[in-house]
């Protein structure tokens, strides 16, 4: 414990400078791209293409996603405060599909990655993407952890402390699950871990942004806003109905 001599010879821009260096050695640093704007578009385009075609897919760019491409682009170039995206807009109109082409992108730049020794690093590098479902499941063996489960509880672990990590259908899952009395709150547990941790965050869904706070409350729509980036398929194509009409 400090000495009440030496606190009180600190200034307050001496104490706010150390308070500071500490929180930001316990605090993972922003996810970015160290590429031009230009050079990611280029990037998550070709691999939302792939994404696409690799399905036997029509690949048809329409304005509406060529703007998010760009928006996405611009925010993993930038300097922007915010450190996850929500990627939010009706059935079938290519939201998880940009998130796998991220994934995509992500082990393109990073192929040594795939194979590092990761041991002892926070946060763990690579890229995870989970269903808000599945993450249900993961959760429920972490909360109740026998011999048979240790694959999935390990599993569940890694999500949390991946460097990037993609929800995919956020609301789809239970709002609350039972598992042996006790209640599971997967979606939200996860996001709220990771927003403390300040982990990049990508999140599909078909909640538009006001619903967050219907489905979920009040307290984690605000962690929610002040983390995300808003990407809006609003009035992109949807691209099932593209393949089922050709």
């Given at each position: 414990?400090?000495?009440?001599?030496?606190?009180?010879?600190?200034?307050?821009?001496?104490?706010?400078?150390e308070l500071k260096r500490r929180k930001?050695?316990?605090?993972?640093?922003?996810?970015?791209?160290?590429?031009?704007?230009?050079?990611?578009?280029?990037?998550?385009?070709?691999?939302?293409?792939?994404?696409?075609?690799?399905?036997?897919?029509?690949?048809?760019?329409?304005?509406?996603?060529?703007?998010?491409?760009?928006?996405?682009?611009?925010?993993?170039?930038?300097?922007?405060?915010?450190?996850?995206?929500?990627?939010?807009?009706?059935?079938?109109?290519?939201?998880?599909?940009l998130a796998k082409a991220l994934q995509?992108?992500?082990?393109?730049?990073?192929?040594?990655?795939?194979?590092?020794?990761?041991?002892?690093?926070?946060?763990?590098?690579?890229?995870?993407?989970?269903?808000?479902?599945?993450?249900?499941?993961?959760?429920?063996?972490?909360?109740?952890?026998?011999?048979?489960?240790?694959?999935?509880?390990?599993?569940?672990?890694?999500?949390?402390?991946?460097?990037?990590?993609?929800?995919?259908?956020?609301?789809?899952?239970?709002?609350?699950?039972?598992?042996?009395?006790d209640f599971v709150t997967a979606s939200?547990?996860?996001?709220?871990?990771?927003?403390?941790?300040?982990?990049?965050?990508?999140?599909?869904?078909?909640?538009?942004?006001?619903?967050?706070?219907?489905?979920?409350?009040?307290?984690?729509?605000?962690?929610?806003?002040?983390?995300?980036?808003?990407?809006?398929?609003?009035?992109?194509?949807?691209?099932?109905?593209?393949?089922?009409?050709?």
């Amino acid at each position: 414990m400090k000495t009440t001599k030496d606190v009180e010879k600190m200034d307050v821009e001496r104490i706010y400078s150390e308070l500071k260096r500490r929180k930001l050695s316990n605090t993972a640093p922003r996810f970015r791209l160290p590429y031009s704007t230009a050079k990611v578009y280029e990037l998550i385009y070709a691999a939302v293409r792939a994404e696409v075609e690799c399905r036997s897919r029509k690949f048809d760019l329409d304005v509406a996603t060529q703007a998010n491409i760009q928006d996405v682009a611009q925010w993993l170039t930038s300097a922007d405060s915010t450190f996850g995206l929500y990627i939010c807009g009706l059935v079938g109109v290519g939201k998880t599909t940009l998130a796998k082409a991220l994934q995509q992108v992500y082990y393109y730049i990073n192929e040594e990655e795939a194979v590092a020794d990761k041991r002892g690093l926070f946060p763990v590098p690579g890229y995870q993407f989970v269903s808000s479902k599945d993450l249900v499941l993961l959760a429920k063996a972490y909360n109740a952890p026998t011999k048979e489960n240790e694959h999935a509880r390990k599993q569940y672990i890694g999500l949390l402390q991946t460097e990037v990590l993609s929800i995919d259908d956020l609301g789809c899952e239970p709002r609350e699950s039972m598992h042996y009395g006790d209640f599971v709150t997967a979606s939200t547990d996860v996001i709220n871990y990771r927003y403390d941790k300040q982990l990049c965050t990508i999140v599909t869904s078909n909640l538009a942004p006001h619903e967050i706070v219907e489905r979920y409350d009040e307290r984690f729509a605000d962690r929610f806003r002040e983390m995300m980036h808003l990407v809006n398929y609003e009035n992109a194509t949807q691209w099932r109905k593209q393949k089922q009409a050709s």
